[in-house]
């Protein structure tokens, strides 16, 4: 039976992610929660699971993360090793009230944002690394937010969550890159706008589809793992192609795109119902229902990945 540990894994995506590797793949579940209550309470909602084992972590703190590990390592069996490391836990800078406008973010939020989105990755991989197998995965959740040609990207807003967001993804390549030789892959991940406390409960997407793109990452090219690298929904999105190529070829396919829209506009102006009119404008540009400029780069992305 393998092992995966997952931080965060008392709600939202990363219980999703318990559910399933326990459940569908039959491993067995280290579930990190920055609280024992909170991981227990889920677990009980499971029915309460053997393959399921509540770890209390919060990666906020580095002394925290060790006695996490020492816990681990009391509760593992005498030869387990790790085979997948899920660095699930995040914080963002918006809540009820709505963002945090840019010169408003207190430094201190930020600072704290950072220990939790970035530098808890480097702080779990270096504290658990002698019980990640030699092979093994080590997956960070990222997000679009971090993307430079995210739509959010030039709003004065996410400064926090965005900005720590995009530095994973440089995180992730140092990591794999320090890991080279004892063939660890490691990579980034974004699970999409997934309905989950963080995101908020308006988002697209079930926190078990964001969970399905977290697994596909876990899982890419066994024999020869990509690593450093970011990906959704098991596609590469290069966050590190030359720039003047991305500006070249994307301003064509926006210009195609448009063009597109103008003929198919004139095709659905007699569907009376605004939602079924986009569903279907959406399905004959086959694009999502959503059409934001940032999928329109993730559809070409996919054409030079």
Same mark, same amino acid.
């Given at each position: ?24 793949? /039959? ?6 929660? +920055? ?17 399921? &084992? ?82 093994? +995965? &080590? ?97 590469? &999105? ?47 540009? /086959? ?10 780069? +993730?559809?070409?992305?996919?054409? &030079?990945?």
């Amino acid at each position: 039976m393998k092992s995966i540990f997952i931080t965060g894994g008392n709600k939202g995506i990363g219980l999703a992610l318990c559910k399933k590797f326990a459940f569908e793949y /039959g491993y067995k579940v280290y579930m990190g929660s +920055r609280k024992l209550d909170n991981a227990m309470n889920a677990l009980k909602v499971l029915n309460n699971p053997k393959n399921i &084992i509540p770890i209390t972590i919060d990666v906020e703190n580095e002394e925290l993360i060790k006695k996490a590990y020492e816990e681990f390592l009391e509760k593992k069996g005498k030869d387990e090793k790790l085979f997948i490391f899920i660095n699930n836990a995040g914080m963002a800078d918006w809540d009820s009230h709505g963002a945090i406008k840019t010169l408003d973010m207190p430094i201190e939020y930020l600072d704290r944002m950072f220990r939790v989105n970035v530098f808890s990755s480097l702080i779990t991989t270096r504290t658990f690394l002698e019980s990640i197998e030699n092979g093994g +995965r &080590i997956v960070n959740v990222s997000g679009g937010s971090g993307e430079l040609w995210h739509f959010n990207a030039e709003k004065d807003q996410q400064i926090g969550y965005a900005s720590s967001k995009l530095a994973l993804l440089m995180f992730t390549k140092k990591i794999s890159a320090a890991l080279r030789d004892r063939h660890i892959a490691v990579n980034a991940v974004c699970p999409d706008w997934c309905k989950t406390d963080l995101a908020g409960y308006d988002a697209t997407y079930t926190p078990e589809y964001g969970a399905e793109s977290i697994i596909e990452a876990c899982f890419l090219n066994n024999d020869d793992p990509p690593t450093g690298k970011y990906f959704r929904r098991g596609i590469r &999105i290069p966050v590190d192609v030359v720039p003047s190529k991305i500006d070249m070829e994307y301003v064509e396919l926006k210009n195609r795109n448009e063009l597109a829209e103008q003929y198919i506009n004139k095709l659905v102006w007699w569907i009376p119902v605004k939602k079924l009119r986009n569903q279907f404008r959406n399905k004959l540009l /086959g694009r999502p229902d959503q059409t934001r400029p940032d999928l329109i780069c +993730r559809y070409y992305f996919r054409n &030079i990945a």
